[in-house]
C-alpha cells in the first residue's frame, strides 16, 4: 500500500481512497487533522497549594549577583555591603556551612573569597582558531571557555600550573596554555592542536 493511502487510512478510519486519491485531498485531510487538534480547548486548574515556601528555601541556596536596589540613598548605602556579604555567602555555601542536604566538597580547588566574577586586567580580543577538520563546534567551546572571566583570570594567573601534580593529560593545563597563548597572539589564528591530540588519545 502506498504511504499516501496509508496516511489517509491513519487520518480518517474506515475511508478507503481508493478512487479520488489525489494529492490535495491528502492536504485538505492533514489540514483538518491538525486543525482540530490545533482547536481543542485545553483548560488548567489552580494548583493545590503554593510555592513560596519552595522558593524561600532555593533562595538561600544561591548567591545574588546584580542585586536591584529599590530607592537611592538606601540602595547605595546597601552597596558597600554588599560584596562582602555575597563573598561571604559563596564561601558558606562552598565550605557547607549552609545545611541545604549538599555535603561539603572533599577537595576545594579553588576558594571562592578569591574568585572574580570580572575581568581583572583589560585584554585586547585573543586570537581565532582554525577548524581542523570538523572541529568548530570544539572550537566555539573552546572560545567560551576563553572568555568566561573567573575561569580565565585564574589560568591566567598560572596558579594552576604551579600546583598541578598530574602526570599526562590534564585538561585544565591545557586549557591554560591555550589561554596564554591566544592572548599572545591576538589578530592572529591558532591552531588547537593540542585539544585535538589529547581528546583523540582518550
Not at 481508493?18 to 485545553?42: E, M
Request: hydrophobic fraction near 35%; charge should be positive.
Amino acid at each position: 500500500m502506498p504511504i499516501v493511502d496509508k496516511l489517509k487510512e491513519a487520518l480518517k478510519p474506515g475511508r478507503k481512497d481508493s478512487s479520488a486519491g489525489d494529492d490535495s485531498d491528502l492536504n485538505k485531510l492533514l489540514a483538518s487533522s491538525a486543525k482540530k487538534v490545533l482547536l481543542q480547548k485545553i483548560e488548567f486548574e489552580p494548583a493545590s497549594k503554593g510555592f513560596s515556601y519552595q522558593l524561600d528555601s532555593l533562595k538561600t541556596k544561591y548567591v545574588i549577583l546584580n542585586p536591584r536596589g529599590s530607592e537611592g540613598a538606601a540602595s547605595g548605602q546597601r552597596a558597600s555591603t554588599e560584596p562582602a556579604q555575597i563573598k561571604r555567602q559563596v564561601s558558606d555555601n562552598q565550605c557547607g556551612g549552609q545545611s541545604d542536604g549538599i555535603p561539603a566538597p572533599q577537595k576545594m580547588l579553588f576558594p571562592g573569597n578569591r574568585l572574580s566574577m570580572r575581568w581583572e586586567r583589560v585584554y585586547r580580543v585573543g586570537a581565532g582558531l582554525h577548524n581542523l577538520g570538523n572541529t568548530c563546534f570544539l572550537n566555539s567551546t573552546v572560545q567560551c571557555l576563553t572568555y568566561t572571566p573567573p575561569l580565565a583570570n585564574y589560568l591566567l594567573s598560572k596558579e594552576h600550573s604551579r600546583a598541578c601534580h598530574q602526570s599526562g593529560f590534564c585538561m585544565i593545563c591545557i586549557m591554560q596554555n591555550h589561554i596564554i597563548q591566544a592572548f599572545a597572539n591576538t589578530g592572529n589564528a591558532i591552531k588547537p592542536v593540542s585539544f585535538i591530540r589529547d581528546l583523540k588519545s582518550k
